[in-house]
């Protein structure tokens, strides 16, 4: 049995319960919140005026542009069998002349894959060891587990089964930063020297060495690339237009057979994509960007909207000087972009009514219903996001038809969300 069985397989076969035990916990929470409110609530027919941040957001397929050389080895391009192990870890900063790759004669790709999921691993564990173990919350890994469990389960739903896969090291990392929280493991080191020995085993056991690979570049090393470096270039996007934008989308990759990697020269990076409306959208601006493979936020700037002939379709390109570790740089990926905040009361449709031509709802205090003006700033499905007085220095005295004025909604109101004969001035003891 290997020494770093606890941290393979057989690990998460043992942690499952966990998981599973802490989705349950958090199902029973959420069960037992509605259960205690449906208990105290006034009734489901009330929602209280309560401060809320709502983010508009695009949903789309993102492309990732670099500027990266892809790195051969002459050796394999001239054998049927071989493969390439990195020298270095995934994402390594290196100069012209580093040595970063080995080309062994009858190395299994699964070999291959093993040692860089460990390195992967061991380069987290030395991330994280360096972290003061006060300063660690046993509540925010919990979140982190849940975050990357939900989007393997989502992944695995759309039938993404090798991104479920690339998110395994980052979840056994957790896995093992929640056991030393709790004490059940007190250190790193040792988690750290059980990974480097199998790294160790799995090399000796990797055949006749056939070629080593040195980089004729400075910049960050990638073990794995898809053949599309040279279409998805970032040197194009400065006077890229529509109809080249399109030729990138549809053009084929390279041939990598004999491809031992490849060599980002520039730690910015870019991401693009399709929009028919960018009203929220300022070139210049910055944005927060979901990764969801990563399940990883990335502010990123936007560096060119281009439109088509017709200015009704838009190409956005966004860019960034951050690069995670463990980062997922698949070239097409889904991302969610949050482009505008609003802030106001989130209130149901359903509570809205138009009282002498305004817009607004019924509040309930402790003698009677009065009606309230709102202004909505967004609508959101079911919901909208409105705030009180727009003017702080308004002062209601114009009249309506009925000779009233009406006030704005402020925090804590208790609005009616559906009722039937509600009106203004209506006894609070004869709401139903």
Do not use: H
Request: net charge negative; aromatic share 10%.
């Amino acid at each position: 049995m290997k020494a770093s069985e606890t941290f393979d397989n057989k690990y998460l076969g043992r942690k499952a319960a966990y998981i599973a035990g802490a989705l349950f916990l958090i199902a029973a929470i959420i069960y037992l919140g509605y259960v205690v409110a449906g208990i105290t609530a006034p009734s489901s027919e009330y929602a209280d005026a309560v401060p809320a941040v709502t983010v508009k957001t695009i949903e789309t397929d993102g492309y990732i542009f670099r500027d990266e050389k892809p790195v051969y080895s002459s050796v394999l391009a001239g054998r049927e069998s071989g493969s390439a192990v990195a020298a270095v870890q995934n994402g390594t900063k290196i100069s012209a002349g580093t040595k970063i790759a080995e080309v062994y004669s009858s190395v299994s790709a699964d070999t291959v894959r093993r040692i860089s999921e460990l390195e992967d691993q061991i380069k987290l564990l030395e991330k994280y060891s360096s972290e003061e173990r006060s300063l660690l919350s046993a509540n925010g890994v919990d979140e982190e587990i849940y975050g990357i469990v939900s989007s393997m389960r989502k992944n695995s739903e759309d039938g993404n089964y090798a991104n479920t896969l690339s998110l395994r090291s980052a979840l056994l990392v957790d896995l093992k930063k929640k056991d030393i929280i709790t004490g059940e493991i007190t250190d790193y080191e040792s988690q750290i020297r059980q990974l480097e020995r199998e790294v160790e085993s799995l090399r000796n056991q990797l055949g006749t060495k056939l070629d080593t690979v040195y980089s004729s570049d400075p910049g960050y090393y990638f073990i794995s690339y898809d053949g599309y470096g040279n279409v998805f270039d970032s040197k194009k996007i400065e006077t890229l237009n529509w109809s080249e934008y399109r030729k990138i989308l549809s053009s084929s990759p390279e041939t990598v057979s004999a491809c031992v990697g490849t060599i980002v020269k520039n730690y910015r990076w870019y991401v693009s994509f399709d929009t028919d409306d960018v009203s929220d959208i300022v070139a210049g601006r910055s944005y927060d960007v979901f990764f969801s493979y990563s399940n990883e936020t990335i502010s990123m700037t936007v560096e060119r909207i281009i439109s088509d002939d017709e200015g009704k379709n838009f190409v956005v390109i966004m860019s960034t000087g951050q690069m995670p570790d463990g980062f997922d740089y698949t070239r097409m990926q889904p991302i969610k972009v949050s482009t505008v905040s609003y802030s106001g009361y989130r209130i149901p449709k359903t509570a809205l009514r138009v009282l002498d031509g305004y817009q607004g709802v019924y509040v309930r205090n402790k003698v009677d219903v009065e009606f309230k003006r709102v202004n909505i700033i967004y609508e959101d499905g079911m919901y909208v996001i409105c705030t009180g007085n727009p003017d702080d220095n308004y002062v209601p005295t114009e009249e309506t038809q009925s000779g009233r004025t009406y006030g704005w909604i402020k925090q804590n109101d208790i609005i009616i969300v559906n009722g039937t004969d509600i009106f203004d001035g209506k006894a609070a003891d004869q709401v139903n």
